[in-house]
Every structure is written in structure tokens, then in C-alpha cells.
């Protein structure tokens, strides 16, 4: 493709790494974390809420997936093209688990603040790479997580739009949606800071939210992988 069509394509499309040298290395760490697994059957992708899985969610990573060869390859700080990246250099070459579970999007929505049918595309390009790569796999791609306190805010609007068109990616048959964004909510819709304190990273507590909401679905989808 040439520069100029690159240039013409939406930033969360066109694969990219993080310029902060912590980054690449958290990469190469977790190709070395995958080769030294004998068998990796479920994977976390995403961004800091998924890494968030080694430190405030340590205890409930081990009770909910210590047994089930779980790898987490979350990354601070990621966008999609940051994803594209990582997938683009070997993050999930070599192996085939029966389910990866996406969660990606709220930094191309508070980062930049992209338009959600840009933040649609990078997901959908994510789920394409994934699908040539990991055939056998089954897909869990999950709504975006709520920020901010009101539902009014802006960026959790954009975060909302993005989730209404995230079911069009998804066929039920090999890609699966969830949203389990009610979870971490009041009724009138507001984000405490009981839930995230700093409304966008969930406080440790709720990884055991997340866990339990998803349980059935990661049951029964490596089941049926």
C-alpha cells in the first residue's frame, strides 16, 4: 500500500507501536511468556483494564483462570493500532485457544476522542487478523467498558455509541458479544467511585465483578471450541 493511502486511513486501522520503550518490552515479555506455556487455552486481549488482571485482579486471575492455561496479553495505555500491532508480531502466533476474550476501544475514545464508527473499525480489523490467525478459536469480544461518573459525559457518550454498533462485528456463531456494562452501574446510570475510582480503571473488587458475569460465557464457549 502506498504512503499516501496509509495516511489517508483512519490512525486506529493502521498498525502502530507505543513510543514508550516499557512498551516493546512487555511485548517481547509476553512472546516469552507464551513460548514457555505448554498449552495456552484462554486469552485476555486489550488494554490497561485487561492488564489490570496481574495487579488488582491477581487474586480473582488465579482463583477464575489459574487452572484454564490462561494467557494476558493486555497493555496499558493500548489502542486498536496498537493491538494490530502487537497481533501483526507474533502476540498470539503459535498457539490456538479455544476462546479469546476482546476488550479494546476506550483509549481511541478518551485519547483522541475518535468518531465511534473509527474506533468500530479498528475492532473490526483486530477480529479480522484474529480470525486469520486463531481459526479455531473462538471469539468473546465484550461492549467497552462505562467511564465517567454521568452517562451525559462525553466520553462515556462516545464509549455508548461505539457499543451500539459493536453487535454488527458479531455473528453469534464465532464471534460473541457481551455487555456487561450494567454490572458496574447505578440504576440512573452513574459510575461511582466505589466501581472506578478514577472512573475509567476498575477498583480491584470489581474483577470479581467481571469475572462472575462472564463465567457461563467463558465456560461454555471453551466448551464448545
Request: proline share 3%.
Amino acid at each position: 500500500m502506498k504512503n499516501v493511502e496509509l495516511r489517508s486511513l483512519p490512525l486506529s486501522v493502521v498498525p502502530a507501536k507505543q513510543e514508550a520503550a516499557w512498551w516493546l518490552l512487555r511485548h517481547k515479555q509476553k512472546l516469552a511468556e507464551k513460548a514457555a506455556m505448554k498449552c495456552v487455552d484462554l486469552v485476555f486481549l486489550g488494554d490497561s483494564l485487561t492488564q489490570a488482571w496481574e495487579t488488582n485482579g491477581r487474586d480473582y486471575w488465579d482463583k477464575y483462570y489459574g487452572s484454564l492455561n490462561a494467557l494476558n496479553l493486555g497493555c496499558n495505555g493500548d489502542c486498536t493500532e496498537h493491538v494490530l500491532w502487537r497481533l501483526a508480531h507474533g502476540a498470539v502466533d503459535g498457539i490456538a485457544p479455544k476462546l479469546l476474550v476482546l476488550l479494546i476501544g476506550t483509549n481511541n475514545t478518551g485519547h483522541r476522542q475518535d468518531d465511534a464508527e473509527e474506533t468500530l473499525l479498528g475492532i473490526q480489523q483486530i477480529i479480522s487478523l484474529l480470525l486469520e490467525k486463531l481459526p479455531t478459536s473462538n471469539i468473546l469480544l465484550l461492549s467497552i467498558f462505562p467511564r465517567s461518573a454521568k452517562s451525559t459525559q462525553r466520553l462515556r457518550v462516545i464509549n455508548d455509541a461505539v457499543n451500539s454498533l459493536i453487535p454488527s462485528l458479531c455473528d453469534q456463531q464465532k464471534i460473541y458479544h457481551l455487555d456487561i456494562n450494567h454490572h458496574f452501574l447505578a440504576s440512573n446510570g452513574l459510575l461511582t467511585k466505589e466501581i472506578m475510582s478514577d472512573f475509567l480503571h476498575l477498583n480491584a473488587g470489581q474483577y470479581k465483578v467481571w469475572a462472575e458475569a462472564m463465567r457461563p460465557y467463558i465456560i461454555k464457549l471453551m466448551i464448545e471450541s
